[in-house]
């Protein structure tokens, strides 16, 4: 990445930090927010091809009263970690909700 792009990248995510987070948190205070939803992002993205199958395996695992599900979870995932929920971070398209979105503000 150059850093033409990269410049654009880091104003349009404090851009929003202004927009969304004004009046929220202190201005100096907006990397308290940024950083970990970034990282928790990046987190959700790598996991998001495997989360049909480690919803269904935990369906499984529940269906089966088995407690100790993190080696199978992981399994599942092909990483040292797995996310359950059926919610995700990824954007919604432009100009609609998220159905997990609207389903979580029981609209």
């Not at 929003?16 to 940024?34: C, M, T």
């Not at 369906?59 to 599900?69: K, P, S, V, Y």
């Amino acid at each position: 990445m150059d850093q033409a792009t990269h410049n654009k990248i880091v104003s349009f995510i404090w851009g929003i930090a202004d927009d969304v987070l004004r009046d929220l948190f202190k201005r100096g205070k907006y990397s308290d927010v940024i950083l970990p939803m970034c990282v928790i992002r990046r987190m959700d993205a790598v996991l998001e091809p495997t989360k049909k199958q480690v919803l269904e395996t935990k369906a499984m695992l529940d269906g089966a009263l088995i407690t100790e599900q993190r080696a199978a979870l992981c399994a599942a995932t092909g990483q040292a970690f797995y996310n359950t929920s059926k919610f995700t971070l990824r954007p919604p398209l432009p100009g609609k909700l998220s159905p997990l979105l609207i389903e979580s503000l029981g609209a």
